[in-house]
């Protein structure tokens, strides 16, 4: 079943940081264009980070520019979001995305969710 798995959610005092994990299950994600996204609860959903391929660009939404950084682990098959100097605005439902293709089929993929929850 080809799949995208988040991890590494949580909860964690202002100031912290913490690191997601989105693995591909079933495909690879060398030429995915890859997405981290957020939803707050009554909040539309926001665009955190973008790493595109080919080039290798990434941009950054204007509320987490200094703060996140998007990076690949092309062995491990899995892309990461490190979080830094965590608010309370940043507490929301992180989503990896991912679109490519990969052994003969393209994709349009989504993982399901990772809760981040950020307070004292």
């Known amino acids: 079943q080809v799949q995208l798995v988040e991890s590494g959610g949580g909860l964690v005092q202002p100031g912290g940081s913490l690191r997601l994990s989105c693995r591909g299950v079933?495909?690879?994600?060398?030429?995915?264009?890859m997405k981290w996204y957020r939803q707050a609860p009554g909040k539309e959903r926001d665009l955190v980070a973008e790493?595109?391929?080919?080039?290798?660009?990434?941009n950054y939404g204007d509320s987490v520019k200094g703060r996140f950084t998007i990076s690949r682990d092309n062995v491990r098959n899995t892309v990461y979001l490190q979080m830094n100097s965590l608010n309370s605005d940043d507490t929301a439902v992180y989503y990896c995305?991912?679109?490519?293709?990969?052994?003969?089929?393209?994709?349009?993929?989504r993982g399901q969710g990772t809760q981040v929850t950020v307070s004292s």
């Open positions: 995305s991912g679109r490519g293709c990969a052994g003969g089929a393209c994709y349009d993929l």
């Open positions: 790493n595109t391929v080919p080039g290798d660009s990434t």
């Open positions: 079933g495909v690879t994600l060398t030429r995915f264009s």
